[in-house]
Structures are given as structure tokens and as C-alpha cells.
């Protein structure tokens, strides 16, 4: 299974999508449109990589023009190959992560409610997303996000028990997402190789908006840490002190725009 197929000239970007590339409580991406336009233009790569699912994700890429590059999909724990329309996935089962969940002591267990518990309802109104797209954000095969509501001794314990199954838990803007032990950053590591074999030369530059987009950023040549006022954000990276790591001053996809055309700008040879 390979999934590459777009030609990537020069610059190869990497993007998480909530609080990112897509508004945080409106899901728009429009006022990145000017950064998508010129990526594509130049015929530049972009790869999503978000916790949602392959069925949440497929529109979107199609929708900004790049179905024909791989997406990672629910943190890293699966890949929406690129496009042939037909949203194939490859990746581990998630029947391993709620089989997990279900032999916790029952005191940790409680502490956590996961997608799968809860209602189409339930999850429009968790995520502020409609129904139909709630429904599609339920579509998960490979992981499961949730709430924790326990204190943080017990989260250390709750984390403790899973990794020994090998089950890796992420904080992300919104949720605590269970996955099978393959990260946002094996992914972009496996594809970022992939493109490199016809450029060794290609920049690599990521945007992200939370915690769990840090190792992400800081592996990338050019970190955009992108505003989101809806959360605590990223704290000071080591990165930042050298201009390798960068902060937007807009929040969302206008930020996301700018710090998009300023990599160009500078890391793209005319």
C-alpha cells in the first residue's frame, strides 16, 4: 500500500483541520482559500492530518482540491488514501481499543465517555457539528475520542494501563483520543519519506493548534503553531527561540492563510 499520488513541488504542508485549517466553532475554511489556491497553483503538496474520521475528511479534501494526496486520519491510528473517490482507508481495527476500555477497573472506566457511547444527538452537541455531520464523525474505524471527567492521578493511571495494551491516548482541542500505538507523527514520517524519494529537497512545514500537534511542529522544518482562542493553546516550544517554530497572529484559517504564504514566500525558491 503505497496512497501518494499528487506531485509535490518544493514545499509539502501538513495540516491539522480543527481550530486549523477549519474554524473552531464554525468549521469554515474559507479564508485560507488564497493558501490553497497558491499551493495548488505552484503544485505544492498538502497532506490533512486530523482526528477526524476518513468520512469527515473526504469531503473536505475534496472540497479545498486535494484528493489526489493521502489524509491521516483520527490522530494517526489510519490513512484515507489518495483519492479514487471511494474513501478507501488502510489502518488498525478500533474493536481492540473498546475491548480495552471495557476490562479498565470500573473507577477509571467511569471516567471516561467515549464516541461510541454516545448518541448522533449526543455528539452534534458535544461538537456543535449538524447531525449529518455528526453522523459521519461516529464513522470511526481505527479510534475512540472522548471526555475524561476524572482527576489528573486518575488519567495517569487511566494512561498507564492502556499503554501497556499498546493503546496511546492524545489531547486534542477537543477531546482525549484513544489510538492503537501509531501517532499523527509515524504518518507524516512514512509519507514525508515517500515524497522525498523524487525531492530530496522538499520543505516540510506543519500547522497545528493543540497539544497533541507539538511533536507534529517541532519535526517539521518549519513549525505554525495557529492561534485558537477556544483553548489553553500550545505552550512555548524550544523551537521558537530560532524562528523555526512560529506563532500566527490571526486565529483559524486566516491565520493558517498567512503563515501558508509566508512559507512559500520564504522557503520556496523562485
Excluded at 505544492?44 to 482540491?65: C, D, Y
Aim: proline letters at 5%; charged letters at 20%; a neutral charge.
Amino acid at each position: 500500500m503505497n496512497g501518494t499520488r499528487g506531485t509535490c513541488n518544493g514545499l509539502l504542508v501538513v495540516s491539522d483541520l480543527d481550530g486549523t485549517l477549519l474554524d473552531h466553532e464554525t468549521y469554515d475554511w474559507s479564508p485560507a482559500r488564497p493558501a490553497l489556491n497558491a499551493l495548488r497553483q505552484n503544485g505544492h503538496g498538502l497532506i490533512l492530518a486530523s482526528s477526524k474520521t476518513a468520512a469527515e475528511i473526504a469531503p473536505i479534501r475534496r472540497a479545498i482540491g486535494f484528493d489526489d494526496f493521502p489524509a491521516i486520519v483520527e490522530n494517526g491510528a489510519g490513512i484515507l488514501l489518495a483519492g479514487d473517490g471511494k474513501g478507501r482507508t488502510a489502518g488498525k481495527d478500533r474493536t481492540r481499543i473498546l475491548a480495552a476500555l471495557a476490562g479498565l477497573p470500573a473507577e477509571l472506566r467511569r471516567c471516561f465517555s467515549g464516541f461510541s457511547e454516545w448518541s448522533v444527538e449526543a455528539l452534534s452537541k458535544r461538537t456543535g457539528l449538524a447531525q449529518d455531520q455528526a453522523r459521519l464523525a461516529a464513522q470511526r474505524q481505527f479510534s475512540e475520542p472522548g471526555i475524561w471527567d476524572g482527576t489528573q492521578a486518575e488519567l495517569a493511571q487511566f494512561r498507564a494501563l492502556l499503554a501497556k495494551q499498546g493503546i496511546t491516548t492524545q489531547q486534542g482541542g477537543r477531546f482525549l483520543t484513544l489510538g492503537p500505538g501509531s501517532s499523527k507523527n509515524d504518518r507524516i514520517d512514512e509519507l514525508a519519506a515517500r515524497y522525498r524519494m523524487n525531492d530530496p529537497h522538499l520543505a516540510i512545514i506543519a500547522l497545528g493548534d493543540a497539544p497533541n500537534d507539538v511533536e507534529m511542529l517541532e519535526r517539521a522544518d518549519r513549525g505554525y503553531i495557529i492561534r485558537n482562542p477556544a483553548h489553553g493553546g500550545v505552550p512555548a516550544l524550544p523551537g521558537e527561540g530560532g524562528g523555526r517554530i512560529r506563532r500566527s497572529h490571526l486565529a483559524g484559517p486566516a491565520g493558517w492563510n498567512n503563515c501558508v504564504l509566508a512559507a512559500i514566500r520564504e522557503l520556496v525558491p523562485n
